[in-house]
């Protein structure tokens, strides 16, 4: 057993990883393939670059999202250290200015004395541990090999995809209006309203529009939180109308009136330069993109930063494969940390990372170890990831469902929620001090 700590992947849940050992003395190797290897979503070389969306995630107080972030607040998280900094207006979530943001982190996994970050593809997993394999959705085809091999069976995978990204400046101010929903927080979002004809022809556009198809060898499975807009529409003519496009709880402070369906549009970056449209990710073709996304009011005259995509993520089975240290059962020493365990969200990603680094760092110096608190955020991720059924096991972003608490019973969800948001926190910092006192002890 090594007494130092090897990490594959610098994204999230890698870079968190680093960090928390590092913190705590432990001498760490961070390997990170690019720019030597390149991927086709990463543009930068910076370590934990996001690529979904600007957004990590919903940060409204005693909310299951603010939960996690507050525990992992606690141990003095590099990734949630970095959003906060960097955050940009989106209401009553954390977003951040993307750049300034990857930045951040690579900076600081730089920097540190017990880091050592090096700039090349890893294509055999390490035989002596302590290793964490943190590689993520885009994991490079050698190594894809080699975990396969690891875990003797096949990955599972499903698609994600990314939303367009508008110039600001090419925005048809007099059609839209500022606002967040129910009037939550500042109003940081650009709102487009539409009108019943004009969500009607925007469908009947969107179902019939041309379709970047997938390989002969490729089936698409996607996660349900990140469904391509032109899926949904295919559901029925009103499923965004109760979906993302839903209009309750955006008046337009102009006139008052609540407009049929709404676009949604978020700060892309802290100078607002750039916004996203919320929930859009999609697989149209680009010339269709263009063409369909210009019906949306304020933005016929659109000039996109980005047009929307679709990648592939791949995870394993956890349930049949991984421990609740998230060490793998059957080579003790190599554990998994971020989306490639089967969570879904960059904080989530982190906090598998955090969690797969106290594990580790408990090995290295021969304390013990056990989980977080089933009642806490990150216990109830690693009990989803390790005690779900095998069978039809599916990625998970954190919410109240994985919470098996007596609090879930309380019927006043405002009072159920704070109550669980409370026990979580004070749960989490006990355990924290119970490792603390381990450590030193």
Known sequence: ?????????????????????????????????????????????????????????????????????????????????????????????????????????????????????????????????????????????????????????????????????????????????FASRYDKGDADYLNCPMNAEQYYSFIRELKAAEKVEFASFEKPVYFEGCMPIEVLADRGDQTLAFGPLKPVGLPDPKTGEIAYAVVQLRHENRDSSAYNLVGFQTKLTYPEQKRIFSMIPGLENAEFFRLGAIHRNTFINSPSLLNKRLELKSRPGTYFAGQITGVEGYVESCAMGLLASLSAVAQIMGRPYNPPPADTALGALINYLTASRSKGFQPMNINFGLFWVEDMKIRDKKMRNQKISINAINKIHQWKDGLSSFAHS
């Open 1 to 177: 057993m090594n007494d130092f700590l090897t990490i594959i992947g610098a994204g999230l849940a890698g870079a968190e990883a680093a960090w928390q050992a590092a913190e705590r003395g432990i001498k760490v190797v961070l390997y990170e393939m690019r720019p030597v290897v390149r991927n086709p979503v990463h543009k930068t070389e910076n370590c934990a670059e996001l690529v979904c969306s600007n957004s990590l995630g919903g940060n409204q107080p005693h909310s299951a999202p603010f939960i996690l972030k507050e525990e992992l607040r606690s141990f003095n998280s590099l990734i949630i250290a970095s959003g906060d900094k960097t955050s940009v207006p989106a209401g009553s979530a954390l977003a951040v200015d993307r750049d300034l943001f990857s930045q951040e982190v690579t900076e600081k996994l730089s920097n540190h004395s017990n880091i050592t970050l090096k700039r090349e593809e890893v294509t055999e997993i390490p035989q002596e541990g302590p290793v964490i394999i943190a590689t993520g959705p885009l994991t490079s085809p050698k190594l894809s090999e080699q975990i396969s091999k690891l875990i003797s069976q096949e990955y599972l995978y499903f698609y994600d995809a990314l939303s367009p990204i508008v110039n600001a400046d090419s925005i048809d101010y007099d059609k839209v209006f």
